[in-house]
C-alpha cells in the first residue's frame, strides 16, 4: 500500500475556493481504481493549512491518478491559492496486525 502525506497553506482570502476545489478533487480521486482512501483536513494549530491523507493500493495505481488531467490542474490551482508551496510525502507500507 502506497501512503501519501501532502499539505499547502492557503493564503487567507482565498481558503473558500481552496476547501471547495480540495474536497471536489478528493471526491473525484475516491471513484479511481486503487483508491483506499482519500481525505482532506484542516490542520487544527494553523487553518489556513491543509492536510491531504490518501491511500493506494498500489504505486501503478497512484501513478495513474497522477496522469488523470484533473489531477494536474488541482494541483495547479491550489499551489496558485497557496501563501507556502504545496508538500507530498509519499511512503510504502503494510498493515500490521495487533492482537
Known sequence: MIIIIGSVTIRDETIDEALRISQEHVNRSRIE??????????????????????????????????QVTESAEFVGKIAELASVAPTMELYQSASIQRH
Do not use: K, T, Y
Open 33 to 66: 481504481a486503487g483508491c483506499i482512501s482519500h481525505g482532506v483536513h484542516i490542520d487544527n494549530e494553523d487553518p489556513n493549512r491543509l492536510v491531504f491523507v490518501e491511500r493506494w493500493e498500489s504505486m501503478e495505481h497512484l501513478e495513474q491518478h497522477f
